[in-house]
Nanobody
Framework: QVQLVESRGGLVQPGGSLRLSCAAS????????MSWFRQAPGKEREFVAA????????GYADSVKGRFTISRENAKNTVYLQMNSLKPEDTAVYYC????????????????WGQGTQVTVSS
């Protein structure tokens, strides 16, 4: 069956870094655009970053541009999110998602979702 399994998040101090990974199985990973979304308490799920099927072309939310980097390794069926210069407002549950409709920012355009991993930025 289809699975997207995010790595464990954690507690990070402001200004710190964290790398999330998401391992995919049960579908043809290289055929899917991959994205990261996040959801903070009391807020809607929001787009963070997306990457084309073969990599190379990426898109980011303005709030993370210049701080976060999305990448993928199709040989390992894995997508990554490198997060630098973390801020308290980055605190959220982070989800990876797979879709076929391009670099989309709407969660409705994605077919498969991971279970989410908590990232907390606090001193």
């Amino acid at each position: 069956q289809v699975q997207l399994v995010e790595s464990r998040g954690g507690l990070v101090q402001p200004g710190g870094s964290l790398r999330l990974s998401c391992a995919a199985s049960g579908f043809t990973f290289s055929s899917y655009y991959m994205s990261w979304f996040r959801q903070a308490p009391g807020k809607e799920r929001e787009f963070v970053a997306a990457i084309r099927r073969s990599g190379g072309i990426t898109g980011y939310a303005d709030s993370v541009k210049g701080r976060f980097t999305i990448s993928r390794e199709n040989a390992k069926n894995t997508v990554y999110l490198q997060m630098n210069s973390l801020k308290p407002e980055d605190t959220a549950v982070y989800y990876c998602a797979a879709g076929l409709r391009g670099l989309r920012v709407d969660a409705k355009d994605y077919n498969y979702w991971g279970q989410g991993t908590q990232v907390t930025v606090s001193s």
